[in-house]
């Protein structure tokens, strides 16, 4: 079960040092400095962004325009992307077979899903305007790979593993979710860099892990069972929370700064992938803590 995000942030961070969730947008007067949507160089970026508005005394206000992206469009947008990744697991789960003899067959199109899902999300990751079509293409591919892989553990390894990841990557959104809300994340450039530095390295260190599985079999070094599995499982969700909090200070900039609607769809994808990097990491904790009892 390979796991890789390659959506940590396309655009849309104000690169502040505040509070994450409370500072996000900029004062009047303030420079147009990490505005993408602002156009020219004027020092307040909303008298030419054409998305935002400010009031008579020159504040900004919240967007009024119809194409504008809004926190209830990038709600229904998640809610149509993770629920095509829960609608197609689900299909995969009940229609393809995961018993003795088909078992090679399962692995194969799971592996299969799973390679065209990423390259879909690189796709999606590096063009220049989200795509519905592929955005939910991407997750379709996702959802059967995770229902055949998730049937499989739970019927082979752990009993039950694919609720518990369920509910622990559940969890782990309620809770920075909250953390976020409340100001105990603070997303600031240091954040930002040392979230990235941390995922771009881990996801070096699993390509090396997998290369010696590959050539050398097993486990390759070791880092994803185990005790070190363990580890290294607890390291990948921590990942994953904090770049969580990456795209939920994503959202707010984009709304801060009246970016226009179809970014609704970037933000759905960054959310997406990331909770499906958690999910897998606690489904590979779970079958690792299982085979230890």
């Known amino acids: ?23 996000a947008a900029p004062q009047a007067g ?15 970026p909303y008298a030419t962004n054409p998305y935002a508005q400010t009031d008579t005394h020159g504040a900004p206000q919240a ?19 993770l629920g095509t990744v829960i609608l197609a697991a689900a299909a995969a789960w009940w229609i393809m077979p995961v ?14 899903a799973a390679l065209i899902g ?25 959802g059967v790979f995770l229902g055949i892989v998730s049937n499989i553990v739970s019927m082979y390894v752990a009993p039950g593993a694919a609720m518990q990841a369920v509910l622990g990557t559940m969890a782990v959104f309620a809770g920075v979710l909250i953390a976020y809300r409340t100001g105990l994340i603070r997303v600031t450039r240091r954040f930002y860099g040392f979230v990235m530095a941390a995922a771009i390295g881990f996801m070096l260190l699993m390509m090396v892990n997998l290369l010696f599985a590959v050539f050398g079999g097993g486990d390759g070094l070791g880092f994803r069972s ?4 363990v580890v290294f499982g607890i390291v990948a969700i921590v990942i994953g929370a ?8 994503q959202v707010e900039d984009g709304i801060a700064y009246g970016a226009p609607r179809e970014e609704e ?8 992938v990331t909770l499906v990097w958690i999910y897998i990491e606690m489904l590979r904790l779970v079958a690792i803590l299982s085979g230890d009892d």
């Open 1 to 23: 079960m390979r796991s890789s995000n390659p959506v940590f942030s396309r655009r849309g961070f104000s690169r502040d040092n505040g509070h994450a969730g409370f500072n």
């Open 30 to 44: 303030a420079p147009a400095t990490g505005n993408p949507y602002a156009q020219g160089t004027a020092a307040n």
């Open 63 to 81: 967007p009024a325009r119809t194409d504008a992206m809004t926190i209830d469009g990038v709600v229904t947008r998640t809610a149509m992307t």
């Open 99 to 112: 018993d003795q003899a088909n078992l090679g067959s399962a692995y194969g199109v799971a592996i299969g």
């Open 118 to 142: 990423f390259v879909l999300s690189l796709v999606n990751s590096f063009k220049r305007r989200p795509s519905p079509a592929l955005i939910l293409t991407y997750a379709a591919f996702e």
């Open 226 to 229: 185990g005790a070190l599995g």
């Open 242 to 249: 904090a770049i969580l909090a990456l795209n939920f200070k």
């Open 265 to 272: 769809w970037l933000a759905a994808f960054g959310l997406t």
